[in-house]
């Protein structure tokens, strides 16, 4: 799987475009040039300014994506289990923290 990822100055490289929070992955290296093409085209129509070497394509395995299982209950007692992509656990457990201080 391929990834178009963009350069800044506080995180280095990040995946620049998301689908639904995830980065968005390309089956082939072509297709992923082909959308930074199309990326670059719309900034050119737009007459913004940027730089081609600002942006890369890099391969990574979707599969080797770290999860976390959370074990969530439902209103009827159920346990369910629910996969959790790694960079949204912190977001979760900030907001249980939230909700606590806010029972007090």
């Not at 949204?88 to 806010?102: M, T």
Request: proline share 1%; with cysteine.
């Amino acid at each position: 799987m391929y990834v178009v990822q963009t350069y800044t100055l506080c995180d280095g490289w990040i995946n620049a475009w998301r689908v639904n929070d995830e980065p968005e992955f390309f089956d082939s290296f072509g297709e992923a040039v082909d959308a930074l093409d199309d990326h670059l085209l719309d900034l050119d129509d737009n007459q913004m300014d940027y730089d081609r070497g600002d942006y890369r394509i890099h391969f990574m395995e979707k599969q080797s994506a770290r999860a976390w299982t959370l074990s969530v209950q439902d209103d009827f007692g159920n346990w369910n289990e629910v996969d959790v992509a790694d960079h949204r656990v912190s977001d979760i457990i900030n907001e249980y923290i939230l909700d606590l201080e806010e029972s007090f």
